[in-house]
T-cell receptor, first 113, second 115 residues
Framework: GENVEQHPSTLSVQEGDSAVIKCTYS??????FPWYKQELGKGPQLIID?????GEKKDQRIAVTLNKTAKHFSLHITETQPEDSAVYFC????????????FGRGTSLIVHP | ETGVTQSPTHLIKTRGQQVTLRCSSQ?????VSWYQQALGQGPQFIFQ???????GRGNFPPRFSGLQFPNYSSELNVNALELDDSALYLC??????????????FGPGTRLTVL
């Protein structure tokens, strides 16, 4: 089955800095890569996603890049704000068509004011 | 549009007991998946329900079972609770067969503590 590795486990930045979270996956047939943000006491919420036919996608301060050859994808957050502090999860979907994602272990992002 | 809701929000049980958690899917979504999230970990897939039948299962024992009802809502049942079952249980719905079918829309979760 799919295996997703996520790094770093903790990331501490100053407000206004950029943050980068990296993930690798094992199944070359995976074709959908969502990123979720989980705030304390809440369920994960989708913030951005990318499909295997696209190399990069951007939404305001958030961008995701995908390298299919190397089987890794990254989340980039620019101009970080304290409200960006949360746990971020990457995921890769099940290539069998049931759309069941495998999640990374999460990155705790702390943005200091 | 109503999001995914779960009940109860918190639950405390003792080892050996049984528990039932409930989930209402987002409006228009016909598929429900359940996940277990231990502290400091990512969500682990338990199983998925589509058309009231189990449609995929992760590495969880048979004492984890579920149901889906005609209105697409779902239940997760856990028998013979163990201490390691303490976790946040997340429900997610998707509109299988429609645009956006590969995105999981999560509820707020039920925090289960087993003593």
């Amino acid at each position: 089955g799919e295996n997703v590795e996520q790094h770093p486990s903790t990331l501490s930045v100053q407000e206004g800095d950029s943050a980068v979270i990296k993930c690798t996956y094992s199944d070359s047939a995976s074709n959908y890569f969502p990123w979720y943000k989980q705030e304390l006491g809440k369920g994960p919420q989708l913030i951005i996603d990318i499909r295997s036919n696209v190399g990069e996608k951007k939404d305001q301060r958030i961008a995701v890049t995908l390298n299919k050859t190397a089987k890794h994808f990254s989340l980039h957050i620019t101009e970080t704000q304290p409200e960006d502090s949360a746990v971020y999860f990457c995921a890769a979907n099940d290539s069998g068509g049931s759309y069941i994602p495998t999640f990374g272990r999460g990155t705790s992002l702390i943005v200091h004011p | 549009e109503t999001g995914v809701t779960q009940s109860p929000t918190h639950l405390i049980k003792t080892r050996g007991q049984q528990v039932t958690l409930r989930c209402s899917s987002q409006s228009g979504h016909n598929t429900v998946s359940w996940y277990q999230q231990a502290l400091g970990q990512g969500p682990q897939f338990i199983f998925q329900y589509y058309r009231e039948e189990e449609n995929g299962r992760g590495n969880f024992p048979p004492r984890f079972s579920g149901l889906q009802f005609p209105n697409y809502s779902s239940e997760l049942n856990v028998n013979a609770l163990e201490l390691d079952d303490s976790a946040l249980y997340l429900c997610a719905s998707t509109p299988r067969g429609l645009e956006g079918a590969d995105t999981q829309y999560f509820g707020p979760g039920t925090r289960l503590t087993v003593l």
